[in-house]
T-cell receptor
Framework: DAGVTQSPTHLIKTRGQQVTLRCSPK?????VSWYQQALGQGPQFIFQ???????QRGNFPDRFSGHQFPNYSSELNVNALLLGDSALYLC?????????FGSGTRLTVV | GESVGLHLPTLSVQEGDNSIINCAYS??????FIWYKQESGKGPQFIID?????DKRQGQRVTVLLNKTVKHLSLQIAATQPGDSAVYFC?????????????FGAGTRLAVHP
């Protein structure tokens, strides 16, 4: 049984560019949450998707947007990248509260 | 929202010793707490959880203690092994509008020395 799968594993982008990160949830999970983890810090909640809608959002600007597809997979989009967006982006899937995390996408903005 | 924090950023122990990692939380309404282990290059991995109606819960080599009076959590690892070296996070479930989300603290790095 595959767990949470994220792609790509690593990514380097230039300041001002746009990026799309992808997440496939664990089988049987219907909710996807995205987190940003800066180096040496704990994960910070970005937003959560359920039934293809954003139902909770953390303190992140509108440059961060997402989408959930009918098969429950999800994308995180970040526009107008800043150097400070460099971080590990984690996807967590859940169903009624039991969270499983992927290994993340390491984004470096140069 | 309110945050979950940790007392110690780094903990070094000898192999075979017991480890204790502490965490303070500020949201007295939280009723579900989770400890995660994160190894380099990996996502957080569930270790053990505890609900607010419990004071203690034991797993395999791990014990979580909850003191609601002082809003304090601890994770005890018995007979610490080199494979336990990682960053440990406590997290709480915050419920808003009927939905839940995880809120993490900054983490404690556990270094196990032979």
């Amino acid at each position: 049984d595959a767990g949470v799968t994220q792609s790509p594993t690593h990514l380097i982008k230039t300041r001002g560019q746009q990026v799309t990160l992808r997440c496939s949830p664990k089988s049987g999970h219907d909710t996807v949450s995205w987190y940003q983890q800066a180096l040496g810090q704990g994960p910070q909640f970005i937003f959560q998707y359920y039934e293809e809608e954003e139902r909770q959002r953390g303190n992140f600007p509108d440059r961060f947007s997402g989408h959930q597809f009918p098969n429950y997979s999800s994308e995180l989009n970040v526009n107008a990248l800043l150097l400070g967006d460099s971080a590990l982006y984690l996807c967590a899937s859940s169903r009624q509260g039991g969270y499983t995390f992927g290994s993340g996408t390491r984004l470096t903005v140069v | 929202g309110e945050s979950v924090g940790l007392h110690l950023p780094t903990l070094s122990v000898q192999e075979g010793d017991n480890s204790i990692i502490n965490c303070a939380y500020s949201n007295s309404a939280s009723d579900y707490f989770i400890w995660y282990k994160q190894e380099s290059g990996k996502g957080p991995q569930f270790i053990i959880d505890i609900r607010s109606n419990m004071d203690k819960r034991q797993g395999q080599r791990v014990t979580v203690l909850l003191n609601k009076t002082v809003k304090h959590l601890s994770l005890q690892i018995a007979a610490t092994q080199p494979g336990d070296s990682a960053v440990y996070f406590c997290a709480e479930i915050e419920i808003s509008g009927g939905y839940n989300k995880l809120i993490f603290g900054a983490g404690t790095r556990l270094a196990v020395h032979p």
